[in-house]
Protein backbone atom coordinates (compact mmCIF):
# COMPACT_ATOMS: atom_id res chain seq x y z
CA UNK A 1 0.00 0.00 0.00
CA UNK A 2 0.82 3.71 -0.79
CA UNK A 3 -0.47 6.56 1.84
CA UNK A 4 0.14 9.67 -0.02
CA UNK A 5 -0.19 12.94 2.76
CA UNK A 6 -1.11 15.49 0.37
CA UNK A 7 -2.16 19.11 1.51
CA UNK A 8 -0.52 23.03 1.55
CA UNK A 9 3.21 24.09 2.82
CA UNK A 10 3.32 23.75 6.32
CA UNK A 11 0.47 21.08 7.02
CA UNK A 12 2.51 18.49 8.49
CA UNK A 13 2.83 16.05 5.64
CA UNK A 14 6.63 15.34 6.22
CA UNK A 15 6.83 15.28 9.96
CA UNK A 16 3.26 13.25 10.14
CA UNK A 17 4.51 10.85 7.49
CA UNK A 18 7.38 10.49 9.15
CA UNK A 19 5.54 9.33 11.89
CA UNK A 20 2.76 7.20 10.05
CA UNK A 21 5.74 5.43 8.36
CA UNK A 22 7.33 4.23 11.75
CA UNK A 23 4.16 3.13 13.52
CA UNK A 24 3.33 1.27 10.32
CA UNK A 25 6.80 -0.24 9.57
CA UNK A 26 6.69 1.28 5.76
CA UNK A 27 9.31 3.46 4.45
CA UNK A 28 9.04 7.21 4.24
CA UNK A 29 9.24 9.43 1.19
CA UNK A 30 9.16 13.05 0.81
CA UNK A 31 8.62 13.43 -2.92
CA UNK A 32 10.88 16.86 -2.91
CA UNK A 33 13.20 15.41 -1.40
CA UNK A 34 13.35 12.31 -3.99
CA UNK A 35 13.07 14.57 -6.78
CA UNK A 36 16.11 16.56 -5.03
CA UNK A 37 18.27 13.43 -4.80
CA UNK A 38 17.29 12.22 -8.10
CA UNK A 39 18.31 15.85 -9.56
CA UNK A 40 21.33 16.46 -7.79
CA UNK A 41 19.73 20.07 -6.89
CA UNK A 42 17.14 21.29 -4.83
CA UNK A 43 13.90 22.23 -5.68
CA UNK A 44 14.38 25.99 -5.75
CA UNK A 45 17.33 25.10 -7.73
CA UNK A 46 15.50 23.51 -10.56
CA UNK A 47 13.06 26.17 -10.43
CA UNK A 48 15.71 28.64 -10.72
CA UNK A 49 17.85 27.11 -13.68
CA UNK A 50 15.28 24.83 -15.14
CA UNK A 51 12.22 26.31 -14.70
CA UNK A 52 8.86 25.39 -13.35
CA UNK A 53 7.47 23.01 -16.59
CA UNK A 54 10.75 21.19 -16.33
CA UNK A 55 10.29 20.93 -12.25
CA UNK A 56 6.42 19.59 -13.16
CA UNK A 57 7.27 17.25 -15.63
CA UNK A 58 9.80 15.62 -13.16
CA UNK A 59 7.73 15.56 -10.69
CA UNK A 60 4.79 13.92 -12.47
CA UNK A 61 7.29 11.13 -14.13
CA UNK A 62 9.35 10.27 -10.57
CA UNK A 63 5.49 9.99 -8.86
CA UNK A 64 4.58 7.35 -11.44
CA UNK A 65 8.02 5.52 -10.54
CA UNK A 66 6.83 5.86 -6.72
CA UNK A 67 3.24 4.86 -6.89
CA UNK A 68 4.31 2.01 -9.48
CA UNK A 69 6.57 0.45 -6.70
CA UNK A 70 5.16 -2.88 -5.11
CA UNK A 71 6.87 -1.63 -1.53
CA UNK A 72 4.77 -0.17 1.68
CA UNK A 73 5.13 3.62 1.32
CA UNK A 74 4.30 6.57 3.11
CA UNK A 75 4.35 9.53 0.74
CA UNK A 76 4.83 12.96 1.24
CA UNK A 77 3.53 14.97 -1.69
CA UNK A 78 4.62 18.53 -2.45
CA UNK A 79 2.07 21.03 -1.78
CA UNK A 80 1.76 21.91 -6.07
CA UNK A 81 2.14 18.28 -6.70
CA UNK A 82 -2.32 17.66 -6.77
CA UNK A 83 -2.60 20.46 -8.80
CA UNK A 84 -0.39 19.67 -12.45
CA UNK A 85 -0.27 17.16 -14.79
CA UNK A 86 -3.63 14.86 -14.14
CA UNK A 87 -1.59 13.79 -10.56
CA UNK A 88 -4.38 13.73 -8.67
CA UNK A 89 -5.88 10.93 -10.90
CA UNK A 90 -3.06 8.84 -10.84
CA UNK A 91 -3.44 8.79 -6.72
CA UNK A 92 -7.41 8.32 -7.03
CA UNK A 93 -7.21 6.08 -9.84
CA UNK A 94 -4.51 3.56 -8.42
CA UNK A 95 -6.10 1.21 -5.93
CA UNK A 96 -2.70 0.63 -4.31
CA UNK A 97 -2.70 4.20 -3.07
CA UNK A 98 -4.89 5.92 -0.12
CA UNK A 99 -4.13 9.31 0.00
CA UNK A 100 -5.08 11.98 2.70
CA UNK A 101 -5.50 15.91 2.77
CA UNK A 102 -4.14 17.64 6.09
CA UNK A 103 -6.44 20.04 6.08
CA UNK A 104 -5.06 23.09 8.06
CA UNK A 105 -6.79 26.60 8.58
CA UNK A 106 -5.25 30.12 7.11
CA UNK A 107 -4.81 31.14 10.32
CA UNK A 108 -3.14 28.14 11.32
CA UNK A 109 -1.08 27.91 8.39
CA UNK A 110 -0.20 31.37 8.64
CA UNK A 111 1.00 30.81 12.29
CA UNK A 112 3.10 27.98 11.27
CA UNK A 113 4.71 29.67 8.08
CA UNK A 114 5.87 32.86 9.32
CA UNK A 115 8.07 31.92 11.76
CA UNK A 116 9.90 29.68 9.05
CA UNK A 117 9.50 31.36 5.82
CA UNK A 118 13.42 31.91 5.34
CA UNK A 119 13.11 27.88 4.87
CA UNK A 120 10.98 28.27 1.85
CA UNK A 121 11.54 30.29 -1.24
CA UNK A 122 7.91 30.45 -1.89
CA UNK A 123 6.92 32.96 0.50
CA UNK A 124 10.49 34.06 2.25
CA UNK A 125 9.92 37.51 0.43
CA UNK A 126 6.65 37.98 2.39
CA UNK A 127 7.01 40.90 4.78
CA UNK A 128 3.64 40.37 6.86
CA UNK A 129 1.25 38.35 8.30
CA UNK A 130 -1.42 40.20 6.13
CA UNK A 131 0.42 39.60 2.91
CA UNK A 132 1.18 36.05 4.07
CA UNK A 133 -2.62 35.35 4.71
CA UNK A 134 -3.42 36.73 1.14
CA UNK A 135 -1.23 34.85 -0.92
CA UNK A 136 -2.19 31.40 1.14
CA UNK A 137 -6.15 32.27 0.91
CA UNK A 138 -5.07 32.91 -3.18
CA UNK A 139 -3.67 29.77 -3.48
CA UNK A 140 -5.62 27.34 -1.35
CA UNK A 141 -8.06 28.77 -3.13
CA UNK A 142 -7.27 27.61 -6.22
CA UNK A 143 -5.80 24.41 -4.92
CA UNK A 144 -8.69 23.45 -2.45
CA UNK A 145 -10.05 21.41 -5.75
CA UNK A 146 -7.53 19.43 -6.51
CA UNK A 147 -7.06 18.77 -2.50
CA UNK A 148 -10.14 17.97 -1.78
CA UNK A 149 -10.53 14.89 -4.30
CA UNK A 150 -8.04 12.69 -1.81
CA UNK A 151 -9.63 9.45 -0.36
CA UNK A 152 -9.96 11.46 3.01
CA UNK A 153 -9.86 14.79 4.72
CA UNK A 154 -8.57 14.88 7.68
CA UNK A 155 -8.62 18.73 9.65
CA UNK A 156 -5.84 18.87 11.74
CA UNK A 157 -6.86 22.50 13.35
CA UNK A 158 -5.90 22.17 16.88
CA UNK A 159 -5.34 18.75 17.06
CA UNK A 160 -2.32 17.03 18.33
CA UNK A 161 -0.21 15.15 16.52
CA UNK A 162 -0.72 11.90 18.26
CA UNK A 163 -4.48 12.68 17.59
CA UNK A 164 -3.45 13.17 13.83
CA UNK A 165 -1.71 10.02 13.96
CA UNK A 166 -4.46 7.77 15.11
CA UNK A 167 -7.11 9.46 12.84
CA UNK A 168 -4.94 8.63 9.92
CA UNK A 169 -4.81 5.02 11.25
CA UNK A 170 -7.99 4.54 11.77
CA UNK A 171 -8.73 5.94 8.14
CA UNK A 172 -6.74 2.79 7.04
CA UNK A 173 -8.60 0.06 9.01
Not at 14 to 23: I, Q, V
Request: charged content about 25%.
Amino acid sequence: MIIVLLGYMGSGKSTLGKELATALKYSFLDLDDYISDKETASVGEIFKTKGEIYFRKKETAYLKDIIGTSENIVLALGGGTPCYSNNMELLINNSKVVSFYLKLSIPLLVDRLFTEKEKRPLISHMASKEDLTEFIGKHLFERSQYYSLAHHVINTDHKLQSEILEELQSQLI
